[in-house]
């Protein structure tokens, strides 16, 4: 259960080529994104690549904790996976899988979309646990989106956005 007696809808529009589609069990096509060791770093802050077993608890874990979506591009008529993002009441993780989507404006669309969400399900904040200080480009995708840091961490900052009207 995502989130608790909420439903998850099977897909969230995005923009015409880019949407969200709801997790369904599947994800053998997203261990190249956790075999690459930038993408590992960028998530991990470590260089330790993913197996199959340790990718299939992470979705797990996301699964069972919020709403998990695949980020999908349209192209060539065809929807196709290149990240992945959860929105939980504790944490708020977005990966841009493919290296050929960063930097595009995919990360900040996708989260625009669900902090939209999150603003509908009537939350007060949503919270991204950790940044690393290294991780530039995050830091700069949420802080566009207004989020402000919280707290240090062991490698970065948590970072926070509070969805109350003002």
């Known amino acids: 259960m995502p989130i608790q007696d909420i439903d998850q809808p099977e897909r969230l529009s995005v923009t015409e080529r880019l949407r ?4 369904d069990g599947t ?6 994104w956790y075999l690459d060791p930038e993408t590992v770093w960028l998530v991990d802050g470590d260089h330790d690549l993913y197996t199959p077993e340790l ?3 992470m979705y797990a874990y996301q699964d069972a904790h919020g709403e998990l979506y ?4 349209l192209e060539g008529g065809c929807w196709r996976p290149i990240g992945d993002v959860c929105l939980s ?7 841009i ?3 050929s989507f960063r930097g595009k404006g995919v990360g900040r669309a ?3 979309a669900l902090i939209r969400r ?32 919280e707290a240090k961490t062991e490698k970065g900052h948590s970072y926070i956005l509070s969805l109350e009207k003002e």
């Open 55 to 57: 990718l299939d608890k």
């Open 70 to 73: 695949f980020i999908e591009a």
């Open 27 to 32: 994800h053998d096509f997203a261990l190249s």
């Open 20 to 23: 969200l589609r709801k997790y």
């Open 89 to 95: 009441v504790d944490d708020f993780a977005i990966v």
């Open 118 to 149: 999150a603003r509908a399900l009537g939350w007060s904040r949503v919270r991204v646990s950790d940044i690393y200080d290294f991780n530039a480009g995050s830091r700069q995708m949420f802080a566009s989106l207004g989020f402000r840091e």
């Open 110 to 112: 996708a989260a625009s």
């Open 97 to 99: 899988g493919e290296r």
